[in-house]
């Protein structure tokens, strides 16, 4: 069985995130799933599922519409790998990153039996660059050491301690210069640890400076008449132009959402545009790559 662990940012990255996933073949499982069935079908999963999690398992509820829930995809029918998608609420937020990971890295220090022994894992956040790379990667790393303090803080007894799990991401450079991926093999807990910066081509930016593009390719039209309309209305000088078209423009398409179900769903984002587009290719690579352990 393999296992990997994709963290992002917001529910725009995952909506991102899983429109690339299933375009490329792998299969969501999130929506088929109760925390029940998964318990009975598949152990190990069911154990790495936080324990927050647990307390609607009796309900019945489908994992998409848990709290904090993460979205589960399987490569394909045929091999045992599968992939947790969870949300850090923010790009510093590693306290959550501990809480879902404290089974697995707790089940690395028992005496008692490891449930996931034999198990192949792997861990990858997706970041976005904002103003640098410098800055975005600096940011990250201070993120993990606190966490990490605290996290060894909770450790009973007081002479238990795991390996910083992360401890290979303190060796990021801050001179990524052209690549926007880094992966450290052959870890001391993960067998693969990953780190993709969405950017544009000048290693500046967010996500939306990528999906935005695609959106509005064959639908010019309509993102012009979006872009105008918040233009000439907007209330706020600090809004997210970017945001606030992608929402208005999917309002005219399915009313009533939010922009991560647009970015997932709506048809201003093609089979076609995201198989052809190179940083779909790399965004599919990389994680590939990350799942391939």
């Keep these: 069985m393999k296992i990997t662990w994709l963290f992002c940012e917001g529910p725009h990255d995952a909506g991102f995130l899983t429109r690339i996933l299933t375009t490329f073949g792998y299969l969501d499982k999130s929506s088929k799933y109760t925390l029940e069935t998964i318990e009975k079908a598949n152990k190990p999963l069911y154990t790495l599922l936080n324990v927050y999690l647990r307390q609607y398992a009796s309900l019945g509820y489908k994992l998409d519409k848990l709290p904090s829930r993460p979205s589960i995809f399987r490569k394909n029918e045929e091999e045992d790998t599968w992939i947790l998608l969870y949300l850090t609420d923010g790009n510093t937020n590693f306290q959550k990153v501990y809480d879902i990971l404290r089974p697995f890295l707790l089940a690395q220090l028992s005496s008692n039996s490891n449930p996931f022994k034999g198990i192949s894992t792997a861990i990858a956040f997706f970041n976005d660059a904002d103003n640098g790379l410098d800055n975005a990667i600096e940011e990250f790393k201070k993120a993990i050491e606190k966490a990490y303090t605290k996290e060894q803080q909770k450790l009973e007894p007081k002479n238990l301690s795991y390996e910083q799990p992360l ?126 352990i």
């Design 167 to 292: 401890t290979l991401f303190q060796n990021l450079p801050t001179d990524l210069a052209i690549t926007h991926i880094l992966t450290r093999e052959n870890t001391n807990i993960f067998e693969k640890q990953g780190y993709y910066i969405l950017c544009k081509d000048d290693l500046t930016g967010k996500l939306e400076d990528i999906i935005l593009p695609l959106m509005i390719e064959g639908n010019v039209d309509v993102f012009d008449k979006s872009d105008k309309f918040i233009s000439d209305n907007k209330i706020n000088d600090k809004l997210d132009i970017q945001k606030a078209t992608i929402g208005a423009a999917g309002q005219l398409e399915m009313a009533g959402y939010a922009n991560g179900v647009y970015i997932q769903k709506s048809s201003y984002l093609t089979k076609e545009k995201i198989e052809t587009n190179s940083k779909c290719q790399e965004i599919i690579a990389f994680i590939n790559e990350m799942t391939d």
